[in-house]
Structures are given as C-alpha cells and as structure tokens.
C-alpha cells in the first residue's frame, strides 16, 4: 500500500511568489490534514478535511494559504503571496477511521519550502 | 489548550544503552498520546500511541512508552538503542474533546554512538 506522497519535496520561491503544494493521502482516506514546521519548532496544526470539506481550518495562520480537496481525493495548499515567514516543512498526514479514539494519522515526507 | 514538552533538545546515548526520551503533556480531560520518529529526509513515521487500558504502550522497533497520568509523562523508552535509531522523535497529544488535530513538542534529536 502506498503511503502519503507530497509534491514537490523542496521549493525555493522569492517572496511575493505563489507556491502550490500538493498531497495524495493512502487510498481510501477520508482524513486529511495539513501541519507544518516553521524554523525547527513545534509542528503545528493547519487543518483538517473530511473528504472535500473543511471540518477544522483553526490553524490556518492567515488569508494567504488556500487549501482545497476538489473530489475528496488529493489536497493543494497554495500560498499566494508567500512571505519570509513562511519558510518551513509542510507535512501531509491522513487517516481512514472514524471514531478519533481509533484513529492514526499517517504523514507523508513534508514539503521543505524556502521563501527568500 | 492542549500543549506539549520535550524537554531535551538531544539526548545521546551509546549502543546497547537504555534510551530514554521525554515528554510531557497538558490537555483537559484524558489524552491520546503518540510518539513519532523522523528520519533523515524522511516523514514522520508512527512508533505507538496511549489510548486506554494498560499504561506500558509497545510499538514498532522495539520502543515502549509509560503512560503516568499522575505526573502527565509519557517518555518513550528502548531497552538497548541501536545506531538506527538515531533520529528526531517527537510526542504528541490530542484531547478527547477537541476534535482530531494533533499538538506536538519541539522534537528531541537522539543520537546513538557506536
């Protein structure tokens, strides 16, 4: 079984640029969720899909990322215009089961984005 | 608000030591806790998680974890490292009744010695 794929695996953009970031979560996943790692911290929460809709955007830091699961299949997060502070590791994690006491998250290999 | 402490940066140890690695959490009402390990250029892979019953967790690899409630640790543990195992693990919490995002610690780097 194939696990989380993120594409790409590193993007180097200048600030002001838009970035696309993508993930395909493991076949049959509804759960998917967006988390990223700024400057060595903590990884922190972005936001969660259930299918193709948003069940928990709390962690969304600004109106500059945009994601999105068209289909209830892959997700895309743009960052539009991205900014210093951006720069990071951006994980993709999903998981199959409904009830959360059960529930795993599996994650994909991150996306490593540098905004200069 | 649910928050989690790894309070070693790095912690190192020799082959065939005990390996310890701390984590401690704070979340209202009972958790759900996790230990993942990154590997160079690697994602985040699943070692165990706590979700009830017996305090000691076992999971992938060889690693364990304590689950104390009184003192809201769960440290994971390997009997005898290996120079594999050297990596950046992180602890993570999800409350009970606050849906499914996860809260992770800084991440604590291991490295084993030969």
């Known amino acids: 079984e194939a696990g989380v794929t993120q594409f790409p695996s590193h993007s180097v953009i200048e600030k002001g640029q838009t970035v696309t970031l993508r993930c395909d979560p493991i076949s049959g996943h509804d759960n998917l969720y967006w988390y990223r790692r700024v400057m060595g911290k903590e990884i922190k929460f972005l936001l969660h899909?259930?299918?193709?809709?948003?069940?928990?955007e709390s962690g969304m830091p600004n109106n500059r990322f945009l994601a999105e699961r068209t289909g209830g299949t892959y997700s895309t997060l743009k960052v539009q215009p991205a900014e210093l502070e951006d720069s990071g590791v951006y994980f993709c994690?999903?998981?199959?089961?409904?009830?959360?006491?059960?529930?795993?998250?599996?994650f994909g290999p991150g996306t490593r984005l540098l905004v200069l | 608000a649910q928050s989690v402490a790894q309070p070693e940066d790095q912690v190192n140890v020799a082959e065939g030591n005990p390996l310890t690695v701390k984590c401690t959490y704070s979340?209202?009402?009972?958790?759900?806790l996790f230990w993942y390990v990154q590997y160079p250029n690697r994602g985040l892979q699943f070692l165990l998680k706590y979700i009830t019953g017996d305090n000691l967790v076992k999971g992938s690899y060889g690693f364990e974890a304590e689950f104390n409630k009184s003192q809201t640790s769960f440290h994971l543990k390997k009997p005898s490292a290996l120079v594999s195992d050297s990596a950046l693990y992180f602890c993570?919490?999800?409350?009970?009744?606050?849906?499914?995002?996860?809260?992770f610690g800084g991440g604590t780097r291991v490295l084993v010695k030969p």
């Open positions: 994690a999903s998981s199959q089961v409904a009830r959360t006491s059960e529930e795993t998250q599996y």
């Open positions: 993570a919490v999800r409350a009970r009744a606050a849906g499914n995002k996860l809260t």
């Open positions: 979340v209202s009402g009972n958790p759900y």
């Open positions: 899909f259930v299918k193709e809709s948003k069940q928990d």
